[in-house]
Nanobody, 121 residues
Framework: QVQLVESGGGLVQAGGSLRLSCTAS??????????MGWYRQAPGKQRELVATISDAGITNYADAVKGRFAISRDDARNTVDLQMNSLEPEDTAVYYCNAEVALIAGPLHYWGKGTSVTVST
């Protein structure tokens, strides 16, 4: 089992920055969280990928955030952060932390409850 708790959301003006943080608590049966990431869901839209980072440090970003957002993880503290710069009103959404654990039967995903980000004009 993995429990995820996000923090760092809030209200910011366009052009500003926010840093989201997610802390994972995992049971002893899970040795490694293979991929950690951030997803977001805007009102009336489907949840979409923002950025992911593997346990090898390989990152993946949505085209809409490339060059503006940066994801990082600290496995010693079981955290994954998302630094968001040059925020735009289109970035307004609830941001969810995700953890992917590889099992023999296939990957298992865990989700946080989300943190709200609002970017004003």
């Amino acid at each position: 089992q993995v429990q995820l708790v996000e923090s760092g959301g809030g209200l910011v003006q366009a052009g500003g920055s926010l840093r989201l943080s997610c802390t994972a608590s995992k049971s002893r049966t899970i040795s490694t969280i293979n991929v950690m990431g951030w997803y977001r869901q805007a009102p009336g839209k489907q949840r979409e990928l923002v950025a992911t980072i593997s346990d090898a440090g390989i990152t993946n970003y949505a085209d809409a955030v490339k060059g503006r957002f940066a994801i990082s993880r600290d496995d010693a503290r079981n955290t994954v952060d998302l630094q968001m710069n040059s925020l735009e009103p289109e970035d307004t959404a609830v941001y969810y932390c995700n953890a992917e654990v590889a099992l023999i039967a296939g990957p298992l995903h865990y989700w946080g409850k989300g943190t709200s980000v609002t970017v004003s004009t």
